[in-house]
């Protein structure tokens, strides 16, 4: 499946494309998001445990934390690679294992750490456009992956 291009021209419309991922995710989908400083990781990833049921608001940039977890419809592991070092800063997360319990993935600036994590089903580009302009390309790796490509783009065009 060839790559799927969305545009956004506001905050509220990357957290609402995020809703629209949150709510037809699998249990153990894992979400790699790449795109500079500022490109609005945060705010799809905000949409995204909005679409899972997590209360607004609860969502913060794990830059320094690295990894949070929330609870809602699924558990959810909110990473952010910016600052690691090493390796083992992510291995002592046992992402693996959580994955492969169920829990969905979604990490900030994966490509820094893409060897470290487990199988990737979607990857998400984001992309500066203007002062509130976005683009979003998705690209699914895996068959669930084309999955959710799939039923977010029929949520967003209707
Ligand atoms: N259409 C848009 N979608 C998302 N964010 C937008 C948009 N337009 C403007 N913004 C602004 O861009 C910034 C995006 O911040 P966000 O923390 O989500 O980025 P990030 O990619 O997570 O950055 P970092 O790499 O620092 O973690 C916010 O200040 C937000 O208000
Ligand atoms: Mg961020």
Known sequence: MPPTKFTSSSVE??????????????????????GTLGAGKTHLTQGIAAGLGVPSGSVV????????????RLLMLHLDAYRIKSPEE??????DESVSDGVVLVVEWASRIEK????IDIKIQLTQTGEEGRELV???ISAAGSELVDRV??????
């Open 138 to 140: 998705f690209e699914p």
């Open 90 to 95: 992510v291995d002592q997360f046992g992402l």
């Open 61 to 72: 940039s794990p830059t320094f934390t690295i990894c949070i977890p929330y609870e809602a």
């Open 116 to 119: 470290l994590l487990p199988p």
């Open 153 to 158: 783009s029929q949520a967003w065009a209707d």
């Open 13 to 34: 419309q990357t957290r609402s494309l995020g809703r629209l991922i949150g709510d037809a995710l699998a249990p153990g989908t894992v979400i790699a998001l790449d």
